[in-house]
RNA sequence: GCGGAAGUGGCGUAAUUGGUAGCCGCACCAGACUUAGGAUCUGGCGCCGCGAGGCGUGGGGGUUCGAGUCCCUUCUUCCGCACCA
């Protein structure tokens, strides 16, 4: 019999599924182990060969572990809320529970195809009420909390009002709004319950404020930092601005010094960690106070260089700042009006792309030098930033190139600090010299003058040392139909929680899925959709992030009813071993997880500070598109002739995209060309070498481009296991790599290569029970060591070439061993489970239990050899081969090294130096 | 501009982490078998050279008996952030 993919893989991807055979449970004495995929958004277009990518390393991974002994739990579900499926909605008024439901089937489809282990009974999906119940769930504890700085954790509102009725605001430290009121226990308990509801959302860890917004009117919704890219909105790239809304926000900024310090405790790639760090934004500096006498006022200025504020020529607000009206004189006020209006309609994509021009209004006030009491002039300008800082900054003309250029544009004194500094072309930021034209911090270095400055500010009130974040709290509230509902009622214009036991908020029915006419969310549309009948629910619901956020949880326990997930099985997978995903995600969904999963970590539902140990990143797949060119006639239109590659210079051409499917090895099907399209029935080639040879390029794929490939078509022709093999033999897993469909036959030639180490001559089944030879057994355990090595250190595709090499000399061999047979597919059974299987059971094994199979331990003793001839160098140069054996002692090895004709002639009289072994071997002589 | 990753045959890549550069696969070439297939098998395949041999890991320099790997310098590509005070 030959290899038939097509059978084999449908009847184990049947049995396993029919046997339950990766069902997970926690009751067992074996170590777990938890390798989770980031689940997909189930969108229409279905899975092409880059989806899968992570999700067959994963799955490597996890048959491996299972293999070692491991209790793997190895999941997937859907994030099914989203934006597309609801776009498709508005667009033909189906319910976005359909769409999603159909595409999720597909994907289902087309992740059975390939093979994989998960243990579908734990399958999650993030719209269905069950799951969204306890996404809310989490909302309703982070709305009943507030961040405690002194004991650096989230506790429980309860414990905040205790304090208030004890001891009213005194001594509580929290991370809070900057509005709140000082009050005393007395006074806390005259307020009304509006007044105090009022006062504690102020600290609530998830809580409702007037606050600036990115809103993206084509999308009608509201958006978090993450989730606009350059100016506009990531989904779609429609533009956004900048609006001032009542909106629910979650206090991440909380979390930020945590969020930091956390990535040193994690095995995350490099760059995942600097991107969080840099989203996250620490810097240290300090905060100073610039008196403004006659408005009994003060600016104040966030700076990393307080060093610096002897040169403190001006300083300059951002056009929002408060202060600004109050501050403009009647002189100047029609410049600075016109200026503030003129960057007002400005959109945030045109205010990054234009950071040349210097602009600029001076308000015609000045404010006192905290330190001289010199009058300093204060300015205007959309170079400071509104949402930074406190939205003002001393402006240093020597130290700061953008105070500098600003400085040179407006003719603005430039005075130098530091004996070292050059400022005759540009700002010199250096902090090497010693002060000067500096007060009493002359003669000073960098590190005397902070600290001499920072106490004297503080001595006199006007400034101190700060840490500031360039992280934003996270905007909660969509604008949106297809999401959960946030669990809150109102009542005299403040925010309830729903009762625990009214959970799920059912999402409601609505008759469109776009705004009201009034101007509210879709949810607005909903018919009596009112808590207990009296009061509106909010109508904005979650962001796509919050179903996301905490799911590794669920998949501990999906099922139950009573609790996110139980106290026994959170204390059994505790947090996840190995993720697989995409670095996209790095400063949205890994920092929201993080952050959530330390939420409960504090209020006491688990123990783990950070959610996912291990991280890999799977590098994107792009597509490879093939081109056509087809021959313009005079005039410049499109003949029905086209040329191919190597000869397309001699005419003038365009080139056309075509299918990637109907090209092989760049050489293009003519025939399935010219049925592809009906103008096409009567194309013409110019050929070269009788063959029409395609252009190509690396885009990303999509089907505009006619470059998708299909994954199902891949298993058709040449089934999941060599997809499996090919997709990691395409190149390191982190790496970003276009696909290819060349040389996928290898791969193919492989496995069948394999299925005929069990087979004759005339594929009747020939197994021999006869010891196997040495060399057999070296094959073997070679093999053994390189997987177990490379899954470590999640080098797959230096694996897939081993097995190669492998499976070639045991061709040489003619090896028909069983017992070396049988190891060999045990160890392939990660990457190739299905003809795993089959071989396993035609060697009389038991059907489907190859996965737990003992894994063949690798014995080092088939590697060495007694004796062995290997080239060694002279000093680096001329080589020679020697024949020692491993284990003699270096002595012994000096000996026979002299005694050497070749190395004795070498040598000329000269005495020997040294020799240099290399893991026991000598590599080099030195004389 | 700042931060990160990476440059090796015609192509994807490998290199015991400082030790014979190019494993494995694709493509290509030659041969075998074949009523010819986009099949299978065998051999060859970095570059120059008939050859012995020489050169060779983006360029230049250095450390070392020995460098794809370490150091300095420079160029190129990709990714992330981007007026962050």
Request: charge should be negative; charged fraction near 25%.
């Amino acid at each position: 019999m030959e290899y038939n993919h097509k059978s084999i893989e449908k009847k184990w991807q049947a049995f396993w599924a029919d046997n339950a055979t990766f069902k997970t449970s926690e009751s067992t004495e074996k170590p777990k182990y938890y390798v989770l995929d980031m689940f997909p958004y189930p969108s229409g277009a279905g899975l092409h060969v880059g989806h899968p990518l992570g999700y067959i390393a994963s799955d490597i991974f996890s048959r491996f572990k299972r293999a070692k002994g491991f209790n793997v739990l190895h999941p997937m579900g859907y994030d099914s809320f989203g934006l597309p499926a609801e776009q498709y909605a508005i667009q033909t008024g189906q319910h976005p529970s359909i769409t999603t439901e159909a595409n999720i089937n597909r994907y289902r489809e087309q992740m059975d195809n390939i093979g994989f282990s998960y243990d579908w009974s734990r399958e999650i999906r993030t719209s269905e009420p069950d799951y969204y119940k306890w996404t809310q769930w989490i909302f309703m504890q982070a709305f009943d909390a507030w961040y405690d700085k002194k004991e650096n954790r989230a506790v429980a509102i309860e414990q905040l009002v205790a304090r208030f009725e004890k001891a009213g605001s005194q001594g509580i430290e929290a991370e809070c709004d900057e509005d709140i009121l000082i009050f005393t226990a007395e006074e806390w308990k005259t307020f009304s319950v509006e007044e105090q509801q009022r006062e504690l959302l102020k600290y609530r860890l998830a809580y409702l404020k007037e606050s600036t917004v990115n809103w993206c009117a084509a999308l009608g919704t509201v958006l978090a930092n993450d989730e606009v890219i350059n100016g506009v909105s990531e989904r779609g790239g429609f533009p956004v601005e900048q609006k001032k809304m009542m909106q629910w926000s979650m206090r991440i900024t909380a979390y930020a010094d945590r969020l930091l310090q956390g990535l040193d405790t994690i095995d995350w790639p490099e760059p995942l960690i600097e991107m969080q760090r840099n989203w996250i934004g620490k810097s240290t500096g300090a905060l100073v106070k610039f008196p403004i006498p006659q408005l009994d006022s003060v600016i104040e200025v966030f700076t990393t260089r307080v060093d610096t504020i002897f040169g403190v020529s001006f300083v300059v607000l951002a056009p929002e700042h408060e202060l600004v009206s109050s501050l403009t004189t009647d002189a100047c006020r029609d410049q600075v009006e016109s200026y503030i209006e003129k960057t007002a309609k400005k959109s945030e994509l045109d205010r990054m792309a234009d950071t040349k021009t210097v602009s600029g209004a001076f308000t015609g006030s000045y404010a006192k030098h905290p330190i001289t009491g010199e009058d300093v002039q204060i300015w205007i300008a959309d170079y400071v930033l509104a949402g930074y800082g406190t939205g003002a900054v001393m402006a240093v003309p020597s130290g700061d190139q953008r105070d500098y250029v600003f400085a040179k544009h407006f003719g603005l004194p430039i005075v130098a600090i530091s004996d070292t500094q050059e400022i005759e072309e540009a700002a010199d930021p250096n902090k090497d010299g010693r002060y000067i034209n500096s007060g009493f911090i002359n003669g000073m270095t960098y590190n005397e003058a902070t600290e001499a400055l920072i106490a004297k500010l503080s001595e006199l009130g006007l400034g101190k040392a700060k840490v500031n974040f360039r992280m934003r709290d996270a905007i909660f509230g969509r604008q949106r139909y297809w999401g959960e509902p946030v669990p809150v009622f109102f009542k005299d214009g403040l925010p309830y929680l729903i009762k625990e036991d009214e959970l799920p908020l059912l999402l409601p029915e609505v008759d469109k899925y776009l705004p009201t006419e009034s101007g509210e969310p879709p949810l607005g549309r909903a018919q009596g959709w009112k808590y207990q009948d009296k009061y509106e629910y909010e109508l904005s619901t979650m962001p796509g992030w919050a179903g996301s956020s905490w799911y590794w949880f669920r998949y501990m326990d999906p099922q139950n009813r009573e609790d996110f997930a139980s106290k026994k099985a959170i204390d059994y997978w505790k947090s996840v071993d190995l993720y697989i995903g995409g670095s996209e995600h790095a400063t949205g969904h890994l920092l929201y997880s993080r952050f959530w999963n330390k939420i409960l970590k504090d209020l006491g539902y688990h123990n783990e500070e950070e959610p996912f140990k291990k991280l890999i990143n799977q590098g994107m797949i792009q597509g490879r598109s093939s081109f056509v060119y087809r021959i313009l006639d005079d005039e410049g239109k499109g003949t029905n002739t086209f040329v191919s590659l190597g000869l397309k210079d001699k005419y003038n051409t365009i080139p056309l995209h075509v299918d990637v499917n109907i090209v092989h090895h760049d050489v293009l099907n003519t025939d399935k060309f010219k049925a592809s399209r009906p103008d096409y029935q009567n194309a013409e080639f110019i050929l070269e070498d009788g063959k029409y040879i395609c252009g190509t390029e690396v885009e990303k794929m999509s089907k505009s481009k006619f470059n998708v490939v299909n994954p199902d078509d891949i298993i058709a022709q040449f089934g999941a296991d060599t997809l499996r093999l090919y997709e990691m033999f395409l190149g390191p897993l982190e790496q970003a790599k276009p696909w290819n469909t060349n040389g996928i036959e290898g791969v193919y030639k492989f496995l069948r290569k394999v299925w005929r180490l069990f087979h004759d001559g005339d594929g009747n089944l020939s197994i021999s029970d006869e010891t196997p030879t040495k060399a057999e057994y070296k094959a073997l355990h070679r093999i053994i060591k390189k997987v177990e090595e490379d899954i470590e250190r999640f080098s797959f595709n230096t694996s897939v070439s081993a097995f190669m090499i492998c499976v070639n000399e045991l061709t040489d061999l003619k090896c028909n061993k069983r017992a070396i047979l049988q190891d060999l597919i045990i160890v392939l059974s990660s990457y190739a489970p299905h003809i795993a299987e089959e071989l396993w059971l035609l060697l009389g094994n038991s059907a489907g239990t190859i996965s737990f199979a003992d894994y063949p331990v690798f014995k080092p003793e088939y590697l060495v050899e007694s004796e062995f001839a290997y080239p060694v160098s002279i000093n680096g140069k001329m080589k020679m081969n020697l024949s020692l054996a491993l284990d003699l002692d270096q002595k012994a090895v000096q000996d026979i090294v002299l005694s050497n004709v070749d190395v004795q002639r070498f040598m000329d009289g000269k005495a020997l130096k040294k020799l240099i072994f290399v893991k026991g071997k000598i590599i080099n002589i030195v004389v």
